[in-house]
């Protein structure tokens, strides 16, 4: 719990590692992450750098990886990538070098595979295609073709010519005209017609057809669908520079024989071969199968290890070294209860790489403020990241996240408050945390994923749901007798006309024994019932949103105490505390004493002056009109409230003023060479870094103190800094303590549309059907509803109350006191197992 | 007026296009990118340093040892892609625009691919050369080509290029010589088509557009002259491959024409502002020529184009920007591996 509510304690180190043993100390430090290396060689570009050969080494590794890696995607589409966390001994195992190697040799094996591979396929397709050229280009040719080939309905591109449609077969055997055939890519087919008619002028027989089957086209990696060719055309000329032409389009030219008998001897030899060479196609694919799934069961162990080595040459490559270049010197942060550890891992480094010199470990000391780190679980992390997603906290800078634990989801709920929606939040949360292992381990889409991060809090905003729901006496809108309603008129109820049973509902009286938890469920019928929920919420949501304030400036206390900085204890908590109080405080002991006075005794009715009062109107004529008071809700209310009001007052420049005056004193007299060390200044100079270190922080004192004058302009323009910058925060404060108060009334709109709403869908959507009295109504009505209350209430609601919940706690608690100078900045160890 | 037009409405068809090139034009290199990377020893070095900008998915997977013109031709990649994937976003008349972008890489794939077929080199290694921007169907046939006629008739008249190529079909056959005129002719029509197509879009693209189109005339205009000084072109024809566009028109033009050696055009030129700055200017620094001035004066151009909102110069901009940047990085790459290291820093620094 400590550890949640201020950062661990840092200590900066500086490790002494001798050379042969950085690799393995790093490697132990990174296991177990709990040391931030600081960069040494910021100045060095990333090339410049000792390792970066090595990195190269591991980017052109990765490189091979990747291409090995798509070679097994392509044989194994489905293949899943196990994602079994890998044993340390396993890829201690491998040596780098070894497996730079082996993977050099892998990459070449795969590459001659594929490269035997595609000119066997390519092989296989020419065959396939002269095949297909001597089936269909006779099928082409047959006298009467035209008529056959639109029986059949197959694809067809016309007749491109002006031959004379009574032409035979024996045409074919002119010396005169040429015949060309060969296969195109479908793709091409338009442009290479186009273009075959403008060469040949028109002069020119072309007939297509289409080939059913696709070719997968290995270079490509893609399939293509194939169209067989034919043209005939006039003279030697033309029939060459349509041939060139058909080369630059990438057509493949096969032999076509003229005449039928010399066609079918070719396709029969093309048929047997194209037979052959598809078992040698068989056994080769089967052969590359079995090469590739080897490889790629060992693929992640590859790739895992590969980024290991890479991260930790990152992390040497911000060592520097001594002059001899044997000693590597790292400096960094680590968590001060972690030091024996970080001790044990050198040693073990030490140990395990069995380095002559043992490495040392030495304590620095350093200017710059350390970085903040919070121990969270599994529970905490979720609050702890709602939190820093509005600011990191300063270095052991009080943390709100163990607040927000439990005021967060309380604050949801008062918006949220209903039993049943509540209970439908708390099972999915539950369903969540009781299958997080099994959930955990697969990839979720992205919303499902955002609920599994925040299962806990969802957990606990269910739960608190339950209880407002309770206090709200709300079931998915319906109100739960559970005790008994008090207001009606039964035997053990003590007055004699309830709401029930009076024939004028303000004789009614309120009963003498009250509902024993939560409200009466004969209010949400009452004809006044909202009125007095509303007056209930809204009176609540001052109270908590008063609380919660004067709670965020309580911590701002606390934090001034824990930096000691008295300047803000007496000069900024002190008036800001008098002034929330004096008005806001006042308030809600106001609505405490309304609440507590009993507006129906009998002393009270019997008194024409004594009605309950406007609390807003106490509150505004408080500052409009210190004097008057319409009715006094206790004795020497005037005096009290004109004593606030002056306390209020005087609050405002008591926070504006003393405190940029009194260090601009300070600096002044530090400007005079007087031994005064000004511990404020700096620290509001440095920026609240919190910096605790007195003894070290002196020596850069005495260099101000020598070069003071010479700073002079510097510190002056400091100072209408420092007085802006208080003003700032006074107005803001001033303002805000109004604006803030004002923004809580949200829990009551939120908590009041929520119930409205899941009113209005129980009457109008599930009463509605069910008063039709047909059942296949009432079972559409049901539907409707249970998806109204999922979809809207449940999901979108929540959501909506989520975000509010969010903002009260950014806006209104954390302003107060949180990361005003906002410069903190995040523990991120170097760790292994973040890295992979 | 004209600029509450575009402030209601360049954003609806336009302004998610618009947003997504600035991005792309901050990740441009930046000047302190540039002097890292001449302090590279080796092209890997280069790649390493490239590999924390934007450049680093298309070098991470390409095999060792690099040469610099891998590492231009995947930066390259690069830019075709994102340049296609804003074409595909547009919509009329930003599409029409960004064609036009395409044209000159059109223009100079067609001289390329004719010239090349003229050596008899290989087709497949000349494709290989072609800017993938300015590729076009039917560009692989160029080949069986013969005279210009056949040009036109059997390739271009399918490409955006055909209106253009209406004045060189008069001429016989390939020659080398034609082959510059024809290109010189593409590009004047093309200019002046692109020209006349800002002017018809209006407002603010009208005004930046025509600047930079403006100049890039200018600059076509005096390398004509001073390419021609000394060769058998005639005053008409030289004059006829003038664009009729430009800050030099129709005095200037007329002059050029007429100037006979270096002397001539540099007094010709003395009295435009600009390009006596621009003369001024490459004279100056020693190791600079004209070219490396109008260079320069692009990338200012380019430059400014970001500085208004709500027009279509920011993609011609951001196109000439990245390409520099590409013959940047070429530049140092080639640097490094030829270890030429006194020249490494005449690179054109961006931003």
Request: glycine share 6%.
């Amino acid at each position: 719990m400590t550890s949640l509510f201020r950062s661990v304690e840092m200590v900066k180190v500086r490790l002494f590692i001798d050379r042969s043993a950085a690799r393995a100390t790093l490697e132990e430090i990174g296991e177990h992450g709990i040391l931030q290396l600081e960069d040494l060689n910021q100045n060095k570009s990333e090339f410049q750098r000792s390792f970066s050969n090595d990195i190269r080494k591991c980017l052109e590794m990765q490189r091979k990886l990747r291409a090995l890696e798509i070679n097994v995607g392509e044989c194994f589409p489905t293949r899943s990538l196990n994602n079994e966390s890998v044993s340390r001994e396993e890829l201690n195992a491998i040596s780098l070098d070894e497996l730079d190697r082996h993977l050099s040799n892998l990459e070449e094996t795969v590459e001659e595979m594929n490269m035997h591979w595609k000119s066997l396929n390519s092989h296989r397709l020419q065959l396939l295609e002269h095949h297909y050229v001597l089936v269909l280009g006779s099928h082409l040719f047959r006298p009467g073709y035209l008529s056959l080939m639109s029986e059949e309905g197959s694809h067809t591109n016309g007749v491109v010519g002006k031959l004379n449609p009574n032409y035979t077969p024996v045409d074919i055997e002119s010396p005169f005209l040429r015949l060309i055939a060969g296969v195109i890519s479908l793709e091409a087919l338009p442009v290479f017609q186009r273009l075959v008619f403008r060469v040949a002028r028109g002069n020119c027989l072309c007939r297509f057809s289409e080939i059913e089957e696709t070719f997968h086209d290995e270079e490509k990696k893609e399939n293509v669908r194939n169209s067989v060719f034919v043209i005939f055309c006039p003279g030697k000329e033309l029939g060459r520079k349509i041939q060139k032409l058909c080369e630059t389009f990438g057509a493949h030219l096969y032999h076509f024989p003229d005449d039928e008998t010399t066609r079918r001897a070719l396709l029969s030899q093309v048929s047997n071969r194209l037979q052959d060479i598809e078992t040698v196609v068989g056994t080769t694919h089967s052969q590359r199968l079995q090469t590739l799934s080897e490889i790629g069961a060992k693929l992640s162990l590859w790739s895992e290890k590969v980024l290991r080595e890479k991260a930790i040459f990152h992390c040497m490559n911000m060592l520097n070294y001594d002059t001899s270049r044997n000693i590597y010197i790292a400096e960094g942060w680590t968590p001060k209860d972690e030091l024996e550890h970080l001790e044990s891992l050198l040693h073990e480094g030490c140990r395990l790489s069995r380095a002559q010199v043992s490495s040392v470990l030495e304590h620095r000391i350093s200017d710059n403020a350390p970085p903040t780190y919070f121990r969270t679980n599994k529970f905490t992390l979720v609050f702890q990241n709602i939190v820093e997603s509005y600011g990191v906290a300063s270095y052991r800078e009080l943390n709100p996240a163990c607040f927000t634990i439990i005021t967060f989801p309380f604050l949801f709920a008062v918006m949220f408050g209903d039993v049943g929606h509540g209970l439908l939040m708390c099972l999915f949360a539950l369903y969540l945390i009781l299958f997080e292992k099994k959930l955990g381990r697969k990839p979720l889409n992205e919303i499902l994923q955002f609920c599994y991060d925040g299962r806990y809090i969802i957990f606990l905003m269910g739960v608190f749901s339950l209880y407002t729901g309770f206090i709200y006496n709300e079931f998915f809108g319906v109100a739960m007798n559970l005790f008994g309603s008090r207001w009606k008129f039964n035997s053990s109820s003590n007055f004699a006309c309830g709401i029930d049973n009076c024939a004028d509902p303000s004789q009614s009286l309120p009963p003498r024994n009250i509902y024993p938890i939560g409200f009466d469920p004969i209010w949400s019928q009452a004809l006044n019932g909202l009125t007095f929920f509303n007056s209930y919420k809204m009176k609540l949501s001052i109270v908590l949103g008063v609380f919660q304030m004067v709670m965020g400036i309580f911590l701002s206390y606390l934090n001034a105490r824990y930096f000691q900085r008295s300047l803000d204890i007496y000069y900024v908590f002190l008036p800001q505390m008098i002034f929330m109080n004096a008005i806001f405080g006042y308030l809600v002991i106001l609505i405490f004493v309304k609440w507590s006075i009993d507006w129906n005794s009998s002393t009270c009715l019997s008194n024409p002056s004594c009605s309950p009062p406007d609390l807003k109107q106490i509150l505004i004529g408080m500052f409009m009109n210190p004097g008057y008071l319409p009715f006094q809700l206790f004795r020497g209310q005037k005096i009290v409230q004109i004593l606030l009001l002056v306390c209020a007052i005087i609050s405002v420049p008591w926070m504006l003023l003393p405190k940029p005056l009194i260090l601009r004193k300070r600096y002044k007299s530090l400007q005079n060479n007087q031994p005064f060390v000004s511990r404020e200044f700096r620290h509001v100079d440095n920026g609240m870094n919190g910096n605790l270190n007195t003894d070290h922080s002196s020596a850069p004192e005495e260099e101000e103190k020598s070069n003071g004058s010479s700073r002079v302009g510097k510190e002056e323009e400091d100072f209408g800094e420092i007085f802006v910058h208080q003003m700032i925060h006074t107005i803001e404060f001033v303002l805000g303590a109004v604006s803030n108060t004002a923004s809580y009334l949200r829990l009551w709109a939120l908590s009041l549309a929520h119930s409205e709403l899941s009113q209005v869908f129980l009457e109008k959507v599930l009463y509605g059907a069910m008063a039709l009295n047909n059942s296949f109504a009432v079972f559409v009505g049901f539907l409707v509803w249970f998806g109204l209350t999922i979809g809207v209430l449940c999901l979108m609601e929540s959501l909506s109350a989520f975000l509010h919940a969010l903002r009260l706690h950014w806006v209104e608690f954390q302003n107060k006191f949180y990361n005003l100078q906002g410069d903190g900045r995040k523990f991120v160890p170097f760790s292994l197992k973040t890295t992979t | 007026m004209e600029d509450i037009r575009e402030l209601v409405g360049f954003n609806v068809d336009d302004g998610y296009i618009e947003a997504l090139v600035r991005g792309y034009k901050s990740s441009l290199l930046s000047s302190i990118d540039y002097v890292n990377l001449t302090q590279c020893e080796t092209l890997e070095d280069v790649r390493m340093h490239l590999n924390g900008t934007e450049y680093s998915v298309v070098l991470q997977d390409e095999p060792s040892p690099l040469s610099a013109s891998i590492i231009a031709e995947k930066c390259s990649i690069k830019l075709v892609s994102d340049f296609q994937y804003i074409r595909s976003q547009s919509t009329y008349p930003l599409t029409k625009f960004l064609d036009y972008l395409t044209y000159p890489y059109m223009i100079d794939n067609l001289v390329l691919l004719v010239t090349g077929t003229l050596h008899e080199r290989d087709i497949g290694e000349l494709l290989e050369k072609c800017n993938p921007l300015g590729s076009f169907p039917a560009m692989s046939t160029l080949s069986i080509v013969s005279t210009p006629e056949e040009l036109y008739r059997e390739i271009l008249v399918d490409t955006p290029l055909a209106p253009y190529f209406a004045e060189c079909i008069s001429f016989d056959d390939l020659t080398e010589t034609n082959i510059e005129i024809i290109r010189n002719i593409l590009y004047k029509a093309y200019l002046e088509d692109f020209y006349r197509f800002c002017s018809s879009l209006g407002g603010t693209t009208e005004k930046i557009m025509n600047e930079i189109l403006q100049f890039e005339a200018d600059r076509r205009i005096i390398n004509i002259t001073l390419n021609s000084l000394g060769s058998k072109l005639s005053r008409e024809e030289r004059e006829n491959l003038y664009p009729s566009i430009g800050s030099l028109v129709p005095e200037g033009t007329m002059k050029l024409a007429r100037a006979e050696d270096l002397q001539s055009v540099n007094s010709i030129l003395d009295s435009y502002d600009l390009f006596r700055r621009l003369l001024q200017y490459s004279t100056d620094s020693p190791g600079k020529s004209l070219e490396d001035s109008f260079i320069e004066y692009e990338v200012q151009l380019s430059k400014k184009t970001f500085e208004q909102q709500f027009h279509y110069g920011v993609f011609y901009g951001f196109l000439k920007l990245r390409e520099q940047e590409i013959r940047n990085i070429l530049w140092i790459c080639e640097c490094i591996s030829q270890r030429h290291r006194t020249g490494i820093g005449n690179y054109v620094t961006i931003f």
